[in-house]
């Protein structure tokens, strides 16, 4: 059984950062593209950044320069450094991860908030 679990969230001031990691289990991670995601009050879910099994990264709009995925393969484990962070990044944050025959896991998400 597929399980993810996130952390590293919790109340910065704007100009802060945030570390979030997501600890996967029950799956062969390193074959798997990872990605964390955002849902803020009353919008819908977004995604925020990706990283392939090979390591190629893709960012939405609103967070490039500002935000960093990576991946420890050894420690099932994906990374989202926040740097810069904004009033409009607060969300609750999930982790995603897909396998190659494109099913989808999810974490119970981690809450952002950030203070102006």
């Known amino acids: 059984q597929v399980q993810l679990a996130e952390s590293g969230g919790g109340l910065v001031q704007a100009g802060g950062s945030l570390r979030l990691s997501c600890a996967a289990s029950?799956?062969?991670?390193?074959?798997?593209?990872m990605g964390w995601y955002r849902q803020a009050p009353g919008k819908q879910r977004e995604l925020v950044a990706v990283?392939?099994?090979?390591?190629?990264?893709n960012y939405a709009g609103s967070v490039k320069e500002r935000f960093t995925i990576s991946r420890d393969n050894a420690k099932n484990t994906v990374y989202l450094q926040m740097n810069s962070l904004k009033p409009e990044d607060t969300a609750v944050y999930y982790c995603?991860?897909?396998?190659?025959?494109?099913?989808?896991?999810w974490g119970q998400g981690t809450q952002v908030t950030v203070s102006s």
């Open positions: 995603n991860e897909k396998t190659p025959g494109f099913r989808d896991y």
């Open positions: 029950g799956s062969i991670f390193s074959f798997n593209d």
């Open positions: 990283i392939t099994s090979g390591g190629s990264t």
